[in-house]
Structure formats: structure tokens, C-alpha cells
């Protein structure tokens, strides 16, 4: 009955380790960046860029200093760019608020007319308005084509970036938005102001995909 008990103990605290350890993996695989997020080993630099907001008004990226940005060069000319939209809305939706902010940024040179169409016909209700008409933007930022995604940090340093389009509203890239966004709260208090983001939120950086990933470039 003794080596009964026993072995049936050992069975629980064996499934139970077993179980936790699953869990865990599946914790941290989800805070891994998502399929083509490249991340830096360290923050970079962010050249000044400025644009306007739907009201016309002169806007930078220092102005959103102090949030995690997802910054988002796009136009409505690229067909990627329109796809994945809606989903980059409902990552605002999602998450968006003090802490994180979506900033949509279009290269159109039509003007803020042709982005306010674009918005009402496909129903964008979160993400605000912003144009960069010139196009100086892509080619401060070195970005290589169209879409391109910079992931920027609270200090206002690019930590990681996506060319291509992406599934922003999947639960794999949600709570990995997520993480940075905590993990980057928590390290306002860190003693080294100088750490990217934590290791579980960047455990990995796979490499771009050699095809099957379509941008497109300025006409």
C-alpha cells in the first residue's frame, strides 16, 4: 500500500512538473517576436521626422515620447498596406491608450483627402490620422519599401522593425505587443535606462523570409 501511495504520489508531482513546464513554454513563446520581427541587440537612434495630423497641424515623434510606439509607414497605393489596416486598427483598439500607440503614418501625396477616404470606406474607427506627403519619412528612416514597421521604445528608440505586411490583430503578436509594452513600463524604474527590451519579449530574431513577402515602393 506504502510503495502504492508512493508511486502514485510521484505520478502527480510528475504530471504537475510536466504541465509547468509546458505552461511556461507557451508563456514565453508567446512573448517572442512574431514571424519576421527582426529585433536590435540594442536600441537605435531614431532620426527627427515630422508630419501632419488629420487637422493639419506639424507633429514629430518626440511629441509621443514616454509611450511604446508602432510606428507604420504606409500608403493607399500599396496594396500590403491596405490588407493589413484593418488589423493595425484593431491593435489600436486592443491596446492602445497612455502606455501604447499605433502611429499610422501614410506617404501619400494626395493629401489628407485621400487617406480620410481610405479610412471611411474600409471603417477605420481607432487609429488617428497622419501625413507625411513629401515622403521624406521612408527615406530618413532608411525604410526599403512599403510596409514598413518600426517598434520604438519609450526613450524613443527603435528596438525592432517589420518590412512587410503583418497580422497585427493575432494573438501571438498582441501579447507580444503586450510584453514590450509591460516589460518597458517596468524598466522605467531599472537602474540601466540603457536595456532594450527584457529577454522574453526578445528571445528570438528569425531572419526575413528570401520570398513570399511583398512590398512595394513609392510609384
Sequence with gaps: MTFALASF???VAAS????VVVLASQFAAGQEPPKNFVMHDAPKPVAAINFDDAQGRSRSLAEFKGKVVLLNIWATWCGPCRKEMPALDRLQA????PEFEVVALSIDRGGTDAVRKFFADIGIRTLAMYLDSSGQALRTLSALGLPTTLLIDREG???GRLIGPAEWDSPEMVEFVRCVVAKGDAAKTAKDPATAVPPLCAARSPDLPASGTRTNTQP
Excluded at 504537475?16 to 504541465?19: R, S, Y
Design 9 to 11: 504520489t510521484d505520478g
Design 16 to 19: 504537475m512538473a510536466a504541465a
Design 94 to 97: 486592443a491596446l492602445g491608450g
Design 157 to 159: 528608440r527603435e528596438i
